[in-house]
């Protein structure tokens, strides 16, 4: 199999790009559970100011998840809004400078060393800027406007806002300006990061691939736009509280708002699956359903934590509740998407040449659909036991938990192994 | 001389990866001439939806299929977006296909 580093065609990138990003996300993956499991005993203790604590975030949300975002969207944005990748050259810079930047970053966090952190943050932002403009001009050139295209203007207006919130705090590490509004702005980071980047990303593509793929009669569209609003709100909305009184009831108020927007995206999500005509549940939807209890139950604990007493909120409860969000929504419905994403690239490099001259692969002939099934078996397990034991304060639990988790990801990088390996 | 039916029966090898039923079951071939005493054939197919990342493969795995026929020497595979393809246009030997049956 060769990867082609020019090429690609009029609505596809070359293979390299997209791959390159996959690639990396996995393997951050991997390290981040390995980090967890390492580094849950400390982060029971403290998790602000931990450098551990920071690494192991870092390797989440940096490595793995906006790797992963910004490999599929090269390959998934021109298709979507059929258009062309506007340059597939920057593309590669914002590579080589992403790569770099985050390899500089991760060991950082853990040396806590403020100046390297400056100088990796800085070449991320900068990583950032290239695709932004890259996304931006594609965008500018779309043939096709829909409801997905609008959550991806979202999406990458906050990645804009938590790259650059990600380098002033860096900055503040080594200066101090920030001063008591430091936790405000780290809070900011992660609701920014969190709720914009990844969540706004993840059902924008979710709304546009999942009817797709399941061929069904309803295709969403009546309460889109109040999904878009309503999360919109709840994320702007703690942002200003933030910055104002950071009530507890208008954190709560503005939290059960995005509630109430996620609860209607699933709602939709539902009928287009009972309206579906491929009778088999496609696995990017099973992870999805795993998925979707996972924010609810990481949003009521949030919840929880702004609403109950003080003494509630130990830093054990609050990893358990960011663990939720993270390894129960947003990996699933990465992983999920990546068991479509990772065969159609191969398919389309290696096989979509010699269709109607030879007999070639269908895309779920490509990997082992039980696997996958029972990697979200464990991953699920795994999260239950981690939540449990961080909120019900017994660690060898959580510890369990997260191996289990690790058992989950090295499984997953093997069939994704496999798949490259026909 | 080719037939427009051993055309279609022909494109019935191009399977769509994703969905796992061939492009004449799936309803998107819309239409099929042949000229020339069989030696030129134009097919008109669509897709399931503009956004379909096969945009590219499927019509050029058709012209594929339809090159290989004998005596054809011209193939030509155009993709139109009208009609829209919508699920009712599958056949029931596709629908089979897609509830679990094979």
Known sequence: MSLSMGGGTAKRPAFALPFSFLIFGLINFLLFNAAFGLGLPSFTVAWMHNPSALLTTHLFTLGFVTSIIMGALYQLVPVILETTLWSTRLGFAHLALYVTGVAILLPAFKAFAALWLVGGGSLVLLSVILFLVNMGMTIKNARRWHHGAYFLLCSLFYLAIVAFLGLVLSFNLEYGFLGSSYRGHLVMHVVVGFGGWFTLTILGVAYRLIPMFTLSHHQPGRYTWAVLTLTNLAIGGLIFNLHGSDSPLIRAGFMAIGLIGILIFFYEMVQVIRKRIRSDLDLSVRFAAVAAFWILTALTLALLLILGPAQWSTPARVVGMLYAMAVGWVAPMIIGHLYKIFPFLLWTEKYAPKVGKEKVPLLREMFDTGLAVRILGILTAGTILVVTGLWGTWLPLAIAGSWLNMVASLLFGWGIATIFRR | ?102
């Open chain 2, 1 to 102: 001389m080719v037939s427009e039916a051993e055309a279609l029966e022909a494109l019935t090898q191009v399977i769509d990866p994703e969905l796992g039923v061939d492009i004449v079951n799936l309803g998107l071939i819309y239409e099929v001439q042949v000229f020339e005493d069989g030696s030129s054939i134009l097919a008109i197919m669509t897709l399931t939806t503009p956004s379909c990342p096969l945009s590219e493969s499927m019509p050029r795995a058709a012209e594929n299929v339809l090159l290989s026929l004998p005596g054809v020497k011209a193939a030509k595979v155009e993709l139109v977006w009208s009609p829209p393809w919508d699920p009712s246009m599958i056949s029931p030997v596709g629908r089979m296909q897609l509830s679990g049956g094979r």
